[in-house]
């Protein structure tokens, strides 16, 4: 396990934690949520760190990596992983669905421009594209992601949009993360790796 396929699966631990909290709670940090959505637009990184836009783009997805595979097993945390080990297996069928990875590639791509004059990170305009793209190419496969939270919160339209974001910039993680090698029967026999991973990358 390498630090790359770490960095890529705190990636999408974070955007996994971000719809949890939103779910939750109706708020999410800004400045992990800002990170992670600019990772869709990555497109042709120098390194994976440079995905997130440094390590610490990722530090909420390694704080919550270190709390899975060390002793402090929370119930959140449970549920971030679940939601990223759903990601991995939505990745997996998106990449076999090479017609359904080049549509959603060149969505991505026109919606671009707008991201880049954007006044913020959560421009509404910018973030319901960007949950139409999740909608239209990821909701529309056999396989889809079911998130828990509050009702009130699950009804509101922008929040929503904002979900299926994040949710597709976890799309992007679990990508990077196969192309660096991650697989998910490594995540049973080098968690222990990971976890140590995780520590140095939260301390640099």
Not at 3 to 23: C, I, N, P, W
Not at 24 to 49: D, K, M, N, R, V
Not at 100 to 126: M, N, Q, T
Request: glycine letters at 8%; one cysteine or more; a positive charge.
């Amino acid at each position: 396990m390498n630090k790359d396929s770490t960095l890529a699966f705190a990636g999408m631990l974070q955007a996994s934690e971000l719809v949890r909290q939103l779910a939750t709670s109706g708020t999410c940090s800004q400045q992990a949520a800002s990170a992670s959505l600019s990772s869709i637009f990555q497109f042709s990184p120098e390194s994976t760190e440079a995905v997130y836009g440094g390590r610490g783009g990722v530090r909420m997805g390694l704080r919550v990596l270190v709390e899975l595979f060390g002793a402090r097993n929370q119930r959140e945390s449970m549920q971030s992983l679940n939601y990223t080990l759903g990601l991995v297996k939505l990745a997996g069928k998106l990449r076999q669905d090479k017609q359904r990875l080049e549509a959603l590639s060149r969505e991505i791509d026109l919606i671009e421009p707008a991201w880049s004059k954007r006044g913020d990170d959560f421009d509404p305009s910018v973030i319901s594209q960007l949950g139409d793209a999740y909608s239209h190419h990821i909701s529309s496969m056999d396989f889809r992601l079911t998130i828990s939270g509050k009702p009130e919160y699950l009804k509101q339209g922008e929040k929503i949009a904002l979900i299926r974001a994040l949710l597709l910039a976890g799309i992007r993680s679990a990508i990077l993360w196969h192309q660096v090698g991650g697989r998910q029967w490594r995540l049973l026999f080098q968690r222990r790796r990971m976890l140590e991973q995780g520590r140095e990358l939260l301390a640099s």
